[in-house]
């Protein structure tokens, strides 16, 4: 069942089937409600009756939350994905985030607002890697990383949507679109085909979803944390630089406050091109690990410049964030990576759970940052955190298969 060359022309028309732009709408969808906590977190916790130091404390109370039901739910969807397949995750994961977050336009107290984001968390997490799984088994392996690619730069623009809504309306009313968006989705998807390869080996009764075959195979369990370890940096700087970027802000002593929506969504715009970047030097070199290997290392000065450069002035502050926002793009590649490295058998399990535990590290990352914070001050604690994530990522790549033409039609055994 290997797929035949595939010519421009009909690569083009590959690229713009249901199943692929459904994924990249459906992650639209879940950017924006994954990151519309991180830009109306200050208003929303202000209109709670937090203030001052509670506003950075309930923050990462509230993202820890949300990170801990990403967690327990990329294990849930990603073994559902490959037993039950990958379009139960598709259904059942955008029907609990959309509920969700209308759920949190109504919140009224701290503890149901953690509650809310906990739902949403266990929903949001089935999304990308479902999404990821079904383009890369749908389309030819010579231009699965320009449809992985797409499905990325989506999601990435529904990041972008969510602060234009927040600047538009209020923070319950830009909760209520996201799930109205959800659910309007949902509609759409009643046309999505399953993955030919998964009904294929679902028809041979091999066994499905088993993690136990990933934790009891020592080689697989390796490759499985490599991907893992790759993913760090990219939630290093989505999760603290950029979330807390006003706090920040204070510490180097800029010129006016920093706004969390607006860093966001410039870091965000400037993902966006470099999802696009990475994905198409990708296919130009025939490689995952080399681009990857590039956009680490330009994080990396990225991080230096944002943390230690003398910057004062808000705006070059901004340039820094949409700089960070592009080093950030090889998310996609991360993705596609977990993807590729794993059976069919096994493939929605890791596309699911890989980065929903890289997501889900911001949980031990901002544990980590604020002690560093009391020893070593804001700034030189988070570039201690920062390059601790930048060299566990290098050296797990260093350990990685290179996935660019592996051929994805085949099962994990035993």
Known sequence: MTNPPTTQSTASAKLLTVPVLVAALGYLVDMYDLFLFSIVRVPSLRSLGLDGDELLREGIFLLDMQMAGLLLGGLFWGVLGDKRGRLSVLFGSILIYSLANIGNGFVT?????????????????GELGAGITLVAEVLPKEIRGYGTTLVATMGVMGAILAYFVSDLFEWRISYFIGGGLGLLLLLMRVRVFESGIFKHVKE???QRGNFGMILGNRARLAKYCQCILVGLPIWFVVGILITFSPEFGKALGLSEPVQAGKAVMLSFAGQVAGDIASGFLSQRFRSRKKIILLFIL?????????LLAPVRDVTAFYAVCVCLGFANGYWTLFVTIGAELFGTNLRATVATTVPNFVRGAVIPLTALFLWAKTHLGV?????????????VALVALRYLEETFRKDLDYVEKG
Not at 109 to 125: C, E, H, S
Not at 299 to 304: D, E, L, Y
Not at 382 to 390: D, E, F, R, S
């Open 109 to 125: 107290t701290l503890g149901q607002y953690a509650v809310l984001r906990f739902i949403a968390g266990i929903g949001l997490a």
């Open 379 to 391: 700034i030189h604690g988070a570039l201690a955190v920062g390059l601790l994530t930048i060299t």
């Open 204 to 206: 041979q009764g091999v």
């Open 298 to 306: 330009l994080s990396t000065v990225c991080v230096g410049v944002y």
